[in-house]
């Protein structure tokens, strides 16, 4: 491809997806296919010559499209968001056109400067204290494993990775059942082992940690002569959006001189929001926060920022300083690549840069607003139903219900199928959870250009379709 045919099918796929956002409302959300439907429509060998660029991108409109479930249409109500505000997605054009490695500041000076002014942007907006710095990862889960490594080499005074987790004490990690299962990975990878994730029980609306079941847990493992090494706690917990009191749950980890991380993945962009802060009252003694600008914030996966207290504790459980990746002649540098797992690393800040600034903090706080009451409106009309109830209250703009089955059908049973035909219906996405052992529907609004008019709808969908299976 040349030059002049970069310009072309450039301008031609920027003109496909505005007219792709354009549709959206139009299709539905999850598509109509089988299991292995696209997989079939794919020539099984790849091609000995070059094909035109006209029929492979008519391919992909006639082959890929009609196989993708659109997490930028309106009536997304399913998992978490994955916004991508399209001026985010213009700066990935820039990005992707550049296809810097931004590793070291010498690889990209840009990049590593303004991930830091960013990132320190991110942290005014969330209300967060001055001498917290931080990174941009990837995904929380990426996040979660940083923190995870670091809570075992400040346990082990920093043997772990030098010596490995043989022969030393047996560490211990604390969360509750709330948590995301990017937790129980980081357990795995990290080689501290899924028996040593001590879930803690919760209570309360929030399914909150039990903080005096959390302080016994941690003397009793001591006594046992385990080494009891973090904490991880959570705001907005996937399934129903579990929140932990945070503030107790530090005051614990300084106590006993643990680690403590804090999950807030989806509701840390609510933070904006002054008025939300009390979910996570006392964060600003947590060690590690991680949150996700690319969940409802509206920047394109990925973008996960991880707020340090200590980063020196944090790089220098990641840090490789091998020759060729010095930067000589300068001090005090950053580079992001010790702060991270992986060490290549995208130019992630440009998205954030151009969406807060195209956007600004009161619009979006004005989204996340009407967000949190559309959702709040459609679970008080969902409880005056005589068919319905409400399982979970909301939490922000996530909450979970159950429609009563007849007398003699199973409840779960019908609950699964009832997320099946609205599902298979089109019109939005739901996921179901389990809530107390029982199946639970969850409803959550947060699809960046979502209107009032696309959440009624949902309730229009849930009721109708509800009505037809009794």
Not at 73 to 99: D, G, I, K, T
Not at 174 to 193: E, F, K, L, M, P
Not at 214 to 235: H, N, S, T
């Amino acid at each position: 491809m040349n030059n002049d045919e970069f310009r072309h099918w450039s301008l031609r796929a920027a003109d496909w997806g505005a007219d792709y956002r354009n549709t959206l409302r139009e299709r539905p959300v999850r598509p109509l296919v089988k299991p292995g439907d696209i997989f079939r429509s794919i020539e099984a060998s790849p091609p000995e010559d070059a094909e035109p660029m006209d029929r492979i991108f008519a391919d992909f409109e006639e082959k890929v499209l009609p196989g993708m479930t659109h997490w930028q249409h309106p009536r997304f109500f399913a998992y978490f968001p994955a916004n991508a505000a399209p001026v985010s997605v213009v700066a990935e054009y820039l990005v992707s056109a550049m296809a810097a490695q931004c590793m070291l500041w010498q690889t990209s000076p840009a990049a590593t400067e303004l991930e830091t002014r960013t990132v320190d942007w991110m942290r005014q907006a969330l209300g967060l204290p001055e001498g917290f710095s931080g990174v941009i990862q990837d995904s929380a889960s990426s996040a979660t494993l940083a923190a995870v490594l670091t809570m075992r080499e400040r346990a082990l005074d920093w043997q772990g990775n030098k010596r490995g987790l043989a022969g030393q004490a047996r560490l211990r990690i604390y969360s509750s059942d709330q948590v995301h299962t990017s937790i129980d990975r980081a357990i795995w990878v990290s080689g501290i082992g899924e028996d040593n994730l001590a879930r803690i029980p919760v209570a309360g609306r929030f399914r909150a940690m039990d903080t005096a079941a959390l302080e016994a847990a941690i003397v009793a493992d001591r006594q046992a002569g385990m080494q009891p090494a973090g904490i991880i706690a959570c705001v907005g917990g996937t399934s129903t959006g579990g929140t932990d009191d945070i503030a107790a749950m530090a005051e614990v980890a300084k106590r006993h001189g643990l680690y403590l991380h804090v999950d807030a993945a989806w509701a840390g962009s609510a933070m904006i929001c002054p008025e939300y802060r009390h979910f996570w009252a006392g964060v600003e003694g947590a060690d590690s926060i991680v949150f996700n600008p690319h969940k409802w914030l509206g920047a394109q996966f990925d973008c996960s920022i991880q707020f340090l207290r200590d980063p020196e504790s944090h790089v220098r459980t990641l840090a490789i300083k091998p020759d060729y990746l010095k930067t000589h002649g300068h001090d005090g540098i950053i580079n992001y690549s010790e702060w991270s797992v992986p060490l290549g690393r995208r130019f992630r800040a440009l998205k954030l840069w151009f969406l807060l600034r195209a956007h600004g903090l009161e619009n979006l706080r004005t989204m996340i607003r009407n967000h949190v009451a559309w959702s709040e409106g459609v679970a008080e009309r969902l409880a005056r139903e005589a068919d319905f109830e409400i399982v979970s209250e909301p939490m922000l703009s996530l909450f979970s219900f159950r429609h009563k089955a007849a007398t003699s059908a199973d409840a779960d049973e019908h609950n699964l199928r009832l997320v099946n035909a609205i599902n298979d219906d089109g019109r939005i996405y739901l996921t179901q959870t389990r809530v107390d052992g029982r199946v639970a529907i969850r409803f959550q609004v947060g699809q960046f250009e979502a209107t009032a008019a696309d959440v009624d709808e949902a309730y229009v969908v849930i009721t109708e379709i509800a009505r037809g299976m009794t």
